[in-house]
């Protein structure tokens, strides 16, 4: 899923201001995967055990204190940008995500960016960690 | 096609797979001590029939899971023989499934499932 031009992103009580694009990945930790006695193909495969990936990428225009910690621990709330169509207004949380990448890029020419990835943990493990509202 | 043991088939629910243990003549040896040579020696006999199975139970609950692994381990713990029909449907009379050994863990993912393996023996 991809998000440009969030309206707000707040990790805890932190205001991420700036952001260009808030980005969640699902990526597989690991595969069970299974073949028969009938043939090479694979028969059975399912995912166990997955990681849900969050980056938020934000233009960085002044030198600032960065106040974010690699693992530190706290709710990440984000409102999507409103088109034109959308009648109702969209929020997406996630109750625990944990910082575990903090990466700038420094450009000549336009605004350097900051790149936070967080993972998403689930409140009991069966439980998605993302969470769409609709208001 | 799914395998059955007496007449029963446990592990349909999921992938199965078969192997063969090693065949031939079962013997002793080889010894060795400082004064000879290695010495191996035959009891003129066969070695005894083994089938290993490997596979992974599937269901849609923990609830239905486990209540094939318990059915499964109840197999497993009644010494009593049966007929073995593997997966190409070859047939071995008089096999005893000495083992059940499911994985470390459940897998919970779409679907509730857990690998296995089982070890089938024809004493004699």
Known sequence: MIW???????????????????VVDREAVLTAEEFGDAGPFMVFADVPKCRVRVRVARRVQDPSPNTLRLGEKASLVFTPSRNA??????????????????VHTVARSGASKQVVEFLALSSDGAKDPVIEIVK | MSSTFGGVSYFSSGPERFGMGRRGELTRGPFVNPNAFPVSSAYATDIELVINQTGRLVNATA???????????????NFTSGTLVDTFGRSYTNMFMLRFTPAEAVDVGREVSMAYSVFYLRFG
């Open chain 1, 4 to 22: 440009l031009n969030p309206e707000s992103v707040a990790f805890g009580t932190l205001e991420i201001g700036e952001v260009e694009s808030v």
């Open chain 1, 85 to 102: 169509s959308s009648a109702s207004r969209l929020s997406v949380i996630m109750s625990n995500a944990v910082v575990i990448s903090i």
């Open chain 2, 63 to 77: 609830a239905g899971l486990w209540a094939d692994v318990d059915a499964i381990a109840a197999r497993a713990e």
